[in-house]
């Protein structure tokens, strides 16, 4: 799937499938593209390109069926200014044809709004909290969270990720994206990284903690052959290892190493010690280490600055019929 303003390309051939029952995470800067993609499977945005399918329907010529199955938080939710938090609870409760203004009042509680205020006295993280109530409630099977703790405390912020947990325990497929790359980590089993419009990397979060780095000395006056190190790399884990000579040297002359390994590791140690490196140290790869390796030299991207275009649908928080 495409999607272009112009000259602009703001998606770019992406190719994803989100299967039912997944927390699914999207990862990358501002202006990766990630509320784009989220737009387009929603219909608020017609794609320039390539073909989707969200509940068994097409969001450019279906969006009605597909809004209906979708409980939608997008990154700038907007409230009626007007009415009081449990006015807002009543109002989408009525409208969505899955609502349910009992779990969206309990969902309040456990986020601990209050509810009596009018949303034009609401600071915006309690404004957030309502959004999330009015979005977490509905039944629907599929839910998208566009930075769902985007102006919250931690506190708050570990209750929402509880209350995600929870609605994927009921059944419920997940999708959101985040920059708090723990949630992601904590939360999801599949992840996706978007830079400048690209999908750039797909990863099952177990094969992540299955990955480990180790940091290592060469003593002095000792160089790796890396052709010849890795020509010794027994067969069963020749392709689940990777060697790398840093550029920093120790006070007593030593060289570092990193070694980089995916799949067990217990397996490949005893060849790793044989190498006869110094201070060595194991960590886990981690989400930080593969989102810096795809994000390395990002510096600014023109989707920053999106604004909305002529022609593009206005969405609306919690799906629902349009």
């Given at each position: 799937?495409?999607k ?14 989100v299967?039912?029952?997944d ?28 073909r989707?399918?969200?509940?068994g ?6 969006p009605?069926?597909?809004?209906q199955?979708?409980?939608?938080l ?41 509810t009596?205020?009018h ?11 309502l ?17 769902p ?18 609605a994927?325990r ?17 939360t ?24 480990h780095r ?17 020509a ?13 000579e ?11 190493v ?65």
């Amino acid at each position: 799937m495409s999607k272009r303003y112009g000259n602009f390309r703001a998606l770019v051939d992406c190719n994803l499938e989100v299967h039912r029952g997944d927390i699914f995470g999207l990862l990358g800067p501002n202006g990766a593209g990630k509320t784009t993609l989220i737009r387009s499977l929603l219909g608020y945005l017609n794609r320039s390109g390539g073909r989707a399918s969200v509940c068994g329907a097409d969001p450019q010529t279906d969006p009605v069926t597909v809004r209906q199955n979708v409980s939608y938080l997008p990154g700038d939710a907007r409230l009626p200014r007007h009415l009081r938090g449990d006015g807002v609870l009543r109002f989408f409760a009525d409208i969505h044809p899955r609502g349910d203004l009992s779990r969206s009042r309990a969902i309040a509680e456990a986020l601990e709004l209050d509810t009596r205020r009018h949303v034009s006295m609401m600071s915006t993280g309690m404004r957030q909290k309502l959004a999330l109530a009015v979005v977490l409630a509905p039944a629907t099977p599929l839910l998208i969270l566009d930075e769902p703790t985007a102006n919250l405390d931690p506190t708050v912020r570990g209750t929402v990720m509880e209350l995600v947990s929870q609605a994927h325990r009921e059944g419920r497929t997940v999708i959101f994206s985040s920059h708090v790359l723990s949630e992601i980590e904590d939360t999801c089993n599949r992840v996706a990284f978007l830079r400048g419009g690209h999908l750039v990397l797909e990863l099952q979060m177990a094969d992540l903690f299955q990955r480990h780095r180790i940091w290592a000395d060469l003593p002095a006056g000792t160089g790796l052959d890396r052709s010849a190190t890795l020509a010794s790399v027994p067969d069963s884990f020749r392709d689940h290892i990777s060697i790398t000579e840093v550029d920093s040297i120790a006070s007593d002359g030593a060289v570092s190493v990193r070694i980089d390994t995916a799949g067990d590791l217990a397996p490949m140690l005893p060849w790793i010690s044989s190498l006869g490196l110094h201070r060595m140290r194991i960590e886990p790869l981690g989400l930080r280490s593969v989102y810096d390796s795809v994000h390395h030299d990002t510096l600014e991207d023109p989707r920053d600055h999106e604004v909305a275009r002529d022609g593009d649908v206005n969405e609306h928080i919690g799906g629902g019929a349009a």
